[in-house]
T-cell receptor
Framework: KAGVTQTPRYLIKTRGQQVTLSCSPI?????VSWYQQTPGQGLQFLFE???????NKGNFPGRFSGRQFSNSRSEMNVSTLELGDSALYLC????????????FGPGTRLTVL | AQKITQTQPGMFVQEKEAVTLDCTYD???????LFWYKQPSSGEMIFLIY????DEQNATEGRYSLNFQKARKSANLVISASQLGDSAMYFC????????????????WGLGTSLAVNP
């Protein structure tokens, strides 16, 4: 069974640009969560999607958005990039929301110059 | 405030020895869950073990056990018989109930402990 895949693995952007990250959950998993990981702040929850609906959202500005498609694949978008957006963005999937075990992807390393 | 504290930025252990990674938490919720994850240098988070706040027995998963002391609000991870492959970052996380129905995915994370296993 394939694990959670995230593309691209690495990305370099400049301030003011926008970026779209993709996450494909494990087959059969319908819940996808996104996290931002930085050395100073650790992991912070961005949002969670289930059945194409955002169920939960963390404390991030509106520049951060996401969506989920009917095949459970999810994308997150960051507009007007800032230097502070440089981070590892992790996606996690589970069968349904509330599952104790989430399976994480390898992450997308975003660098904003 | 809901918070996870991991006070050990880095730990060293000899191969085959046991090691305890500390985690304390703060929440006013009665129902919560505590998790430990491992993050190797490859970046992905690997789920290790889970303890529910109402579970009376300490959780165990193979070489991992969670020393849950509710009154002290601590949830330390014990790794027995350390292996070289255990070298990684270890994160403690807490799931708390949200205010809205279904708002149950928010995980609060500690800053992690870097574990190095020496041969």
């Amino acid at each position: 069974k394939a694990g959670v895949t995230q593309t691209p693995r690495y990305l370099i952007k400049t301030r003011g640009q926008q970026v779209t990250l993709s996450c494909s959950p494990i087959s059969g998993h319908r819940s996808v969560s996104w996290y931002q990981q930085t050395p100073g702040q650790g992991l912070q929850f961005l949002f969670e999607y289930f059945s194409e609906t955002q169920r939960n959202k963390g404390n991030f500005p509106g520049r951060f958005s996401g969506r989920q498609f009917s095949n459970s694949r999810s994308e997150m978008n960051v507009s007007t990039l800032e230097l502070g957006d440089s981070a590892l963005y992790l996606c996690a999937s589970s069968l349904i929301p509330g599952d104790n075990e989430q399976f994480f992807g390898p992450g997308t390393r975003l660098t904003v110059l | 405030a809901q918070k996870i504290t991991q006070t050990q930025p880095g730990m060293f252990v000899q191969e085959k020895e046991a090691v305890t990674l500390d985690c304390t938490y703060d929440t006013s919720d009665q129902s919560y869950g505590l998790f430990w994850y491992k993050q190797p240098s490859s970046g992905e988070m690997i789920f290790l073990i889970y303890q529910g706040s109402y579970d009376e027995q300490n959780a165990t998963e193979g070489r991992y056990s969670l020393n849950f002391q509710k009154a002290r609000k601590s949830a330390n991870l014990v790794i027995s018989a350390s292996q070289l492959g255990d070298s990684a970052m270890y994160f403690c996380a807490m799931r708390v109930s949200g205010e809205a129905a279904g708002n149950n995915r928010k995980l609060i994370w500690g800053l992690g402990t870097s574990l190095a296993v020496n041969p």
